[in-house]
């Protein structure tokens, strides 16, 4: 399994970027998928997931800003990212917690960091 993320980039503060992850190879079905994300010197931390039903969390300081979405046809998830403070600037993650049949556990797959700056 592997997952593939892109869409991150230099943006001004206020502006908008939007985070796209893929996953492909052997899988059976979907636990959750969200996003992560760590700056510099600190701890890698949730930004927000969406469960295999829809349901979605966020991180406090992204509400209102961020939106995830999934499609579950393509084995994606996006992430809207709006209003881009610089203290959004980090590199980026998406983690899926999937099974490869349905005799595995699930399991946690996460993709390549893209870096996201917000210049002020």
């Known amino acids: 399994v592997q997952l593939q993320a892109s869409g991150g980039g230099l943006v001004q503060a206020g502006g908008s970027l939007r985070l796209s992850c893929a996953a492909s190879?052997?899988?059976?079905?979907?636990?959750?998928m969200g996003w992560y994300r760590q700056a510099p010197g600190k701890q890698r931390e949730l930004v927000a997931a969406?469960?295999?039903?829809?349901?979605?969390n966020y991180a406090d300081s992204v509400k209102g800003r961020f939106t995830i979405s999934r499609d579950a046809a393509k084995n994606t998830v996006d992430l809207q990212m709006n209003s881009l403070k610089p203290e959004d600037t980090a590199v980026y993650y998406c983690?899926?917690?999937?099974?490869?049949?349905?005799?595995?556990?699930?399991?946690?797959?996460w993709g390549q960091g893209t870096l996201v700056t917000v210049s002020s």
């Open positions: 983690k899926a917690q999937l099974r490869r049949s349905w005799s595995l556990p699930y399991d946690d797959y």
């Open positions: 190879g052997s899988i059976f079905s979907f636990n959750h």
């Open positions: 969406i469960t295999s039903g829809g349901s979605t």
